[in-house]
């Protein structure tokens, strides 16, 4: 099956700073999306981006299909970014939503 | 809108029983699916389902069932529990049977089988 890759595992920030997650896939995808996983459990999704690039607020994403790897921009980092971000992806154009996810990058942002 | 709901949100149970954790919707949403997450990783796709009636296997099938009755519900089911099958369950679901629709989770099931 496909392999998902973030980098890096973990990430300590202070408040303000910014930052890039990476994500490396395997094979090619029709599916990728990011979430967020805050520190109660629960998981949003950030953004749906097989190709191209998104923004909503200090979040952006962009991925570059064509070299499988795909980048999550946190800028002007709050503490409430804190939590694991995980990037999971589609193979092939298939029924639904069957995502492989990565192991997920950790996040702690200091006041 | 409440979204994906599951229930409960913390079981224990010893090796050998059996329990259904429950899942619903009220988006409409075609799509549903269970994972699990274990410490320190990323969510494993246990089983899914494209529509009412509809159901396929995942990544890790073994010793979970499923069915759809309901386009809101998707019940999983522990027959016999292992503690190996000691995990944080989700329970997602997304609008259509296309691919590329956005996932929502339910907000989890902390199982510990002893």
């Known amino acids: 099956g496909i392999q998902v890759e973030q980098s890096p595992p973990d990430l300590i920030l202070q408040e303000g700073a910014n930052s890039t997650l990476r994500c490396n896939f395997s094979?090619?995808?029709?599916?990728l999306q990011w979430f967020h996983q805050n520190p109660w459990g629960q998981l949003i999704n950030l953004f749906y981006i097989p190709s191209g690039t998104k923004q909503n607020g200090r979040l952006s994403a962009t991925t570059v299909a064509t070299e499988r790897y795909s980048l999550l921009y946190i800028s002007s980092s709050q503490t409430t970014d804190s939590g694991v971000y995980f990037c999971?992806?589609?193979?092939?154009?298939?029924?639904?939503?069957?995502?492989?996810f990565g192991g997920g990058t950790r996040v702690l942002v200091k006041p | 809108n409440a979204g994906v709901t599951q229930t409960p949100k913390f079981q224990v149970l010893k090796t050998g029983q059996s329990m259904t954790l429950q899942c619903a919707q009220d988006?409409?949403?075609?799509?549903m699916s269970w994972y699990r997450q274990d410490p320190g990783m990323g969510l494993r796709l246990i089983h899914y389902?494209?529509?009412?009636?509809?159901?396929d296997q995942g990544e890790v099938p073994n010793g979970y069932n499923v069915s759809r009755s309901t386009t809101e519900d998707f019940p999983l089911r522990l027959l016999s529990a292992a503690p190996s099958q000691t995990s944080v369950y989700f329970c997602a679901s997304s609008y259509s049977r296309g691919a590329g629709e956005k996932l929502f989770f339910g907000s989890g099931t902390q199982l510990s089988v002893l």
């Open positions: 094979d090619s995808v029709n599916n």
């Open positions: 999971a992806v589609e193979m092939v154009k298939a029924a639904g939503n069957k995502l492989t």
């Open positions: 988006m409409n949403h075609e799509y």
């Open positions: 389902s494209v529509g009412a009636g509809i159901t």
